[in-house]
């Protein structure tokens, strides 16, 4: 447990910086954008290493009854969670309206995770990034001041719902293989 200990700290921490824009700013200043993206890209690489060695080696450690009969559910919110991490990339009116839809996404993923692991492992890797997410939503409920910056397009809804179903659907059908955890039988 330790590496997903290790894992998520390092991760998480490094994506707190976000939520503290004025001291993400002197660090850019002090060490360059290129540098500081660099840094900032090897410390968040090396904690989902260490996450996934973590997750995939810990000892399974019962923390309460999953609910197997939420299957159906999970898979539901699953899909809604990529549809929501795909617009945030895009100029659509759900980033319009939601300002961080990733955000949101990651929250619901991680609840619906949540629903069907019921092990410390998981509390801890499900548990933590909903947290996290929990918390930059608050953070940006009370920090976003300015309207949105660009034209937000339907267009780019649907594509977020056709590539959210994508993913979803590869993520479906080759989660045994990417981590060890069939959905299929």
Known sequence: MLSLSLGLILFLGVHCLALFPKYRQSLRDKYGLNRYKGIYSLLSLFGFILIVYGKSNAEFVHVWAALPNLRHVTYLLVWIGLILLVSAHLKG?????????????T???AIAHLLVNGDLASLMLFGG???????????????????????PKLSYDA??????????GLVFRFHGTLFSVPLIS
């Open 129 to 151: 990034f909903g947290l996290f997410s929990l918390v930059y939503l608050v953070f940006q409920k009370f920090s976003r001041s300015q309207p949105t910056s660009f034209n």
């Open 159 to 168: 594509l977020a719902l056709v590539v959210g179903t994508l993913v979803f």
């Open 107 to 109: 929250l619901i993923w």
């Open 93 to 105: 009116h759900l980033r319009a309206m939601l300002g961080h839809p990733m955000m949101l996404g």
